[in-house]
């Protein structure tokens, strides 16, 4: 069995001092299709990663609207996944680079240098559009310059129980896969030094359904989610 396993170091409670995050991804040999819907043995088996409320990190306890992320990885990607729980899924986005969290959406942040104001930002939204950029200001980010980055090898795909955009059914929840070459993140990215790899990591939900807090994230950074103080820790092995 392949296990994804979660270690969450408790400090105290107070927002100067938040909870240290750390995600512990594990090796796959299975093959992860990218389809969106999260049937392989290693999503079965992954641990889930709850998403709190960003504005005061508690968790999200109301199935109705919850998420989770999960992580695996193989020898050329990390593979990365969210179920979020939604009453009304929409979206009227379809190009890419669209400002997606404008409206509902799911985003990573992934940096992988030393410099902590510079990172990838990916976001997802249930129509599977996506948005990539590299932040290299996040006090002042350029909304024209910095989504001219693509993220070369990125797949991702969108799994929806219900309808988009449609409010005579009943929707349920929609699932997000992806996956992302490392070579993309770190050029000169080794398998055999995966373990010295301590890259930080955030995931986060836009939810605009108003039945509960609209910003959800991983590590929560109790503010606007470009706080790389606040990310957690992605390890490998």
């Given at each position: 069995m392949i296990l994804i396993i979660v270690c969450i170091i408790l400090s105290s409670g107070f927002l100067m001092d938040p909870p240290v995050f750390i995600v512990i991804s594990t090796l796959t040999e299975e093959e992860i299709h990218i389809d969106g819907y999260l049937n392989?043995?290693?999503?079965?088996?992954?641990?889930?990663?709850?998403l709190s409320n960003n504005l005061d990190g508690t968790r999200i306890r109301e199935t109705l609207f919850s998420s989770y992320?999960?992580?695996?990885?193989?020898?050329?990607?990390?593979?990365?996944?969210?179920?979020?729980?939604?009453q009304h899924i929409f979206s009227?986005?379809?190009?890419?680079?669209?400002?997606?969290?404008?409206?509902?959406?799911?985003e990573v942040f992934i940096d992988t240098d030393e410099i902590p104001s510079t990172y990838i930002e990916l976001e997802v939204s249930p129509r599977n559009v996506v948005f990539d950029s590299f932040i290299t200001d996040t006090a002042k980010i350029d909304l024209v310059v910095t989504p001219g980055f693509d993220l070369e090898g990125w797949r991702t795909a969108?799994?929806?129980?219900?309808?988009?955009?449609?409010?005579?059914?009943?929707?349920?929840?929609?699932?997000?896969?992806?996956?992302?070459?490392?070579t993309s993140l770190e050029p000169d990215f080794k398998m055999e030094r995966i373990t010295?790899?301590?890259?930080?990591?955030?995931?986060?939900?836009?939810?605009?359904?108003d039945l509960g807090p609209t910003n959800y994230a991983w590590s929560p950074t109790y503010r606007?989610?470009?706080?790389?103080?606040?990310?957690?820790?992605?390890l490998f092995r």
């Open positions: 392989e043995t290693a999503w079965q088996s992954a641990q889930q990663l709850p992320a999960m992580t695996c990885h193989d020898r050329d990607n990390l593979y990365i996944a969210f179920v979020n729980h939604d009227s986005f379809r190009n890419r680079d669209e400002f997606l969290w404008e409206e509902e959406a799911v969108v799994s929806v129980h219900g309808t988009v955009n449609d409010n005579s059914d009943h929707d349920s929840l929609w699932t997000v896969e992806m996956a992302i070459p490392f010295e790899y301590h890259w930080r990591i955030n995931f986060y939900r836009i939810d605009r359904d606007r989610f470009h706080t790389p103080s606040k990310f957690g820790t992605i």
